[in-house]
């Protein structure tokens, strides 16, 4: 509990708008400069588990998100938020870095391994009407 406590003062140090219910937060940041996100602010839920830091947090857009690793209910497709051997996950991770992990997702896609290959292809072959849809969603 203790390391929770010093999680949660740390995003709020580096700026992030965080509601707390128990293993369950909300954290609400501006999106990042140069994207089609930039100038919205964006809502995250983080639910961590009682295990937490030994598993990863669940990570979910609660705004709509356009993104080629994002899907429809807003999970992410992420190998920081997986167990080894699939993903990279460590209990020296901290809520900051996945924050920010998440935030640099949106402006640099994974586009190697898409969870929505359609939205990748659009990104890649038509970037200005990917940054129309993303636009479109946030509305």
Excluded at 12 to 24: E, K, L, M, T
Excluded at 116 to 124: D, E, Q, V
């Amino acid at each position: 509990m203790l390391r929770l406590l010093r999680e949660l003062q740390r995003l709020q140090d580096f700026g992030f708008s965080i509601q707390n219910r128990d293993y369950d937060l909300t954290i609400e940041f501006a999106g990042p400069g140069g994207s089609p996100f930039e100038g919205k602010m964006l809502k995250l839920q983080l639910q961590l588990s009682p295990r937490f830091p030994f598993e990863p947090p669940s990570a979910a857009f609660l705004t709509p998100v356009c993104h080629p690793n994002i899907d429809d209910q807003g999970k992410i497709c992420m190998d920081l938020l997986k167990l080894p051997p699939a993903g990279v996950w460590k209990p020296t991770v901290d809520l900051v870095s996945v924050v920010l992990a998440v935030k640099h997702l949106l402006a640099e896609p994974n586009l190697d391994s898409p969870l929505l290959p359609s939205i990748a292809r659009l990104y890649r072959e038509d970037y200005a009407a990917y940054c129309q849809l993303v636009q479109e969603k946030l509305k």
